[in-house]
């Protein structure tokens, strides 16, 4: 070698092979996964056409299931049942409705590859082998059938049908599929995520968090739940706080899941030394995606606004002594069994650090605010796409 490169240099450097590695498979893997979504794409609507105009009947499926197994035994699923998941995967997705509710609450490069701005229109139609769809500005985009359009890239073909057969509403498709993207989920993973209705807990954190936080943390509403589920732990509906920390940590894995793929666990009953007294923070966490250390308390009874202040004493010791410079403030967040919503907005009303309060059991969220949640999510889930589509061309200029 040349010269002896510094140890600290040296590990950036392998890193940075490391970087071009991992971005080279990910492009491989997002190829291969396209590839799989316009399979069923183009198989769905060959299949879909040929129903539809009766050319073919109900059983003709089944003969070509048939077919491909015993004249190309190397093809691999194209059972019947898939052939027809596959229709649906197309019609579903084609569809004026889900057209226009991806451009309702996101924007026109989501509905195709290359948007096609055409002039102005006052309704919605199908032309031949075109899809019609108005824009909030009342201009209207084409959409040939024969293209996949841009939204389905952004998770694979087995949430797909996840989604589809699960979700009924336009919008909890939509939603599911960029939760699906934004966390990296897997088919199993999203399976919970739907059980949990994640599409409801999510949407609805505006109200448990402070003003601060959602000052510094602007993302906060698409990134922290209000409601977590831990049927994992299979406790009794009478449990201690330190029988509850003891399920979570002997669970951790599924909790973290739980919580969200960017929380990395650091310790339990986190010691803090303020001083002559020693206190504990009972779960802390980092959060990868606000670079930020997220204190949890545990209660085992309904939330009560003295609990903030402990709460926001931990948080004014973490930033203190234990967060390092780079970092941003620190996170705390109340989990309790119940809380009441006023008492809850009220509290956070006052509270000058960024904390939240969420629960762990299911909650609903009314039909008639969630409309205006979703724009929200999908507002935010823009933003955060505009900052990785700009860090990547300034990776690309270095």
Not at 5 to 11: A, D, M, N, V, W
Not at 100 to 106: A, E, G, Q, Y
Not at 209 to 214: A, H, P, T, V
């Amino acid at each position: 070698m040349g010269g002896d490169l510094l140890p600290g240099k040296t590990e950036r450097q392998f890193g940075e092979v490391v970087d071009i590695i991992l971005s080279h498979r990910s492009r491989a893997s997002q190829a291969v996964n396209n590839e799989l979504l316009l399979t069923a794409w183009h198989v769905g609507g060959y299949v879909s056409a040929k129903l539809k105009s009766e050319e073919w009947g109900s059983k003709v499926v089944t003969q070509l299931s048939e077919y491909i197994r015993s004249r190309r035994p190397d093809l691999k699923g194209y059972s019947r049942r898939s052939i027809y998941n596959m229709m649906m995967f197309y019609e579903e997705y084609s569809s004026v409705e889900f057209a226009n509710t991806v451009m309702r609450f996101l924007n026109s490069e989501f509905v195709r590859p290359k948007t096609v701005l055409l002039g102005a229109g006052e309704t919605d139609l199908i032309q031949g082998k075109n899809l019609i769809v108005q824009t909030e500005s009342a201009q209207i985009v084409q959409m040939p059938s024969e293209q996949l359009p841009k939204i389905l890239e952004m998770t694979t073909l087995s949430n797909h049908l996840e989604i589809l057969s699960r979700c009924r509403s336009q919008e909890e498709r939509m939603f599911y599929i960029l939760y699906a993207n934004k966390e990296h989920l897997t088919n199993k993973e999203l399976k919970r995520s739907i059980s949990n209705q994640t599409f409801s807990t999510l949407l609805g954190s505006k109200k448990s968090m402070s003003k601060r936080m959602l000052e510094t943390y602007p993302n906060a509403p698409a990134m922290f739940k209000d409601t977590l589920f831990v049927d994992f732990l299979n406790m009794p509906k009478k449990h201690s706080e330190s029988k509850l920390k003891t399920g979570l940590l002997e669970h951790m894995k599924q909790f973290i899941l739980e919580l969200g793929k960017d929380f990395i666990f650091m310790d339990q009953e986190y010691r803090l030394e303020v001083g002559s007294s020693t206190f504990k923070a009972d779960l802390l966490f980092f959060h990868r995606g606000i670079q930020a250390l997220v204190a949890v308390e545990l209660k085992k009874s309904k939330f009560d606004p003295r609990d903030l202040g402990q709460l926001e004493f931990y948080l004014e010791a973490l930033d203190r002594d234990v967060k390092r410079s780079n970092e941003n403030p620190s996170v705390g967040i109340i989990l309790c069994p119940e809380a009441d919503r006023v008492v809850v907005e009220y509290a956070m009303s006052r509270s000058m650090s960024p904390t939240m309060v969420a629960e762990y059991k299911r909650i609903l969220i009314p039909q008639e605010r969630m409309q205006a949640q979703l724009n929200d999510f999908c507002n935010q889930f823009l933003k955060l796409e505009r900052v990785d589509s700009s860090t990547n061309l300034n990776e690309i200029g270095e």
